[in-house]
């Protein structure tokens, strides 16, 4: 049939084919097996279903003077695909993948803070109520960002995006705020009582800069010796053109009347 191998399918035929013309001895276990269960056999693939990204929004409707809860659907343009991708599995996206992603490009220095995604039951997201921002057991991240905004979107009427954003990231930085005072205080009271902390994060770069710069000034002070001494090769010493006579007309002035003396 052209490109399409069919060995597989036929592997019970083969093996029965096998046995009645005296290959082999004894049927194999699986024959009978295969025989009730035989593989499929079709062979052409249905592309998979696309995927719709559902959102929750409470709206008023017109007509209606209570908010209700709407679940809108965004519909996908089909993208093309090259014929090597055409069955691939569609990627499942979320709401929260564009928030995170929006959150992240605006605040790129919270990916640097260490952060623990260790879980012991991996449930652990629903002992978190998002009415704040804050929870008990989890340290404030990016992720409580994103998902206080998206329970802004999902429970306030009549609420946009950017005013949910806005929302959770005064909170953020509300509390951001708090910490740093938090741990300053910290710092103060052991100090008062005895302790002594090694140099700051800001001391350290500035010491690691002074050696990078003095390491570059000796590396510059020898690059530069290196380029004179090639001019120097190419060019060669300057020559002084009847310098000698002058010399020896000068000192001969300079001893004649010394001499007229004696």
């Known amino acids: ?49 696309q995927h719709q990204l559902v959102r929750q929004r409470v709206k008023t409707l017109p007509g209606s003077s209570k908010p209700q809860v709407v679940f809108e659907t965004q519909q996908k343009h089909p993208a093309k695909k090259k014929p090597s991708r055409l069955f691939q599995p569609v990627e499942i996206k979320y709401e929260e993948d564009q928030l995170r992603r929006e959150f992240f490009r605006d605040h790129p220095w919270e990916l640097a803070r260490p952060r623990i995604v260790l879980e012991s039951t991996g449930k652990d997201f629903e002992k978190y109520d998002w009415q704040r921002l804050q929870q008990p057991g ?52 052991a100090e008062a009582t005895g302790a002594t902390f090694g140099p700051t994060m800001l001391e350290v ?11 570059w000034k000796a590396w510059a002070k020898m690059e530069a010796q290196v380029q004179d001494q090639r001019a120097a090769a190419f060019v060669g010493a300057p020559e002084t053109v009847g310098g000698d006579d002058s010399l020896s007309a000068d000192s001969g002035a300079a001893d004649g009347p010394a001499v007229q003396q004696v």
Do not use: C, H
């Open 205 to 215: 770069g500035m010491e690691l800069e002074n050696q990078e710069y003095e390491r």
């Open 1 to 49: 049939m052209g490109k399409y191998n069919l060995t597989a399918l036929r592997v019970r035929q083969t093996a029965l084919a096998q046995k009645a013309n005296g290959k082999i001895s004894k049927l194999p276990p699986w024959v009978d097996i295969v025989g009730d269960i035989p593989p499929a056999q079709v062979l052409v693939r249905n592309q998979p279903i």
């Open 138 to 189: 989890k340290r404030l991240d990016g992720e409580s960002v994103v998902q206080r905004q998206l329970y802004l979107l999902n429970t306030v009427p009549n609420i946009t995006k950017s005013e949910a954003y806005d929302i959770a990231r005064r909170e953020f930085y509300k509390l951001r705020l708090q910490e740093d005072i938090e741990r300053r205080v910290a710092a103060e009271e």
